[in-house]
């Protein structure tokens, strides 16, 4: 609910011209405005973006893992567990119990 008002708010916004949005004091015009009539716009197209928050982090082109889910963490447990079953039938060598040597 939460995420699709931000949503609609956010698009209200795109919708709006800054120019319409920007406040002049009566008489006075406000920094917004002296920079309007400098040329430089509050709300520049070309600045440099950073990486959006929503986005997981992707360090050196790689995908840090995320906890698994508990359906799939019970079926890789599962899995893991009918292939030890089934390699239970091979033998396994075991050493003996320690022995001291006397010297």
Do not use: C, I
Request: net charge positive; aromatic share 8%.
């Amino acid at each position: 609910m939460f995420k699709t008002l931000l949503l609609l708010f956010l698009a209200f916004l795109m919708l709006l011209e800054p120019e319409a949005v920007l406040a002049y004091a009566s008489g006075t015009a406000s920094v917004a405005g002296t920079e309007m009539a400098a040329g430089t716009s509050l709300f520049r197209r070309n600045a440099k973006r950073g990486r959006p928050n929503y986005k997981p982090y992707r360090g050196n082109s790689r995908h840090k893992m995320k906890k698994l889910g508990v359906y799939k963490r019970w079926r890789l447990r599962v899995k893991a567990q009918k292939k030890k079953r089934s390699r239970g039938l091979t033998p396994t060598v075991k050493a003996g119990a320690p022995v001291r040597s006397a010297k």
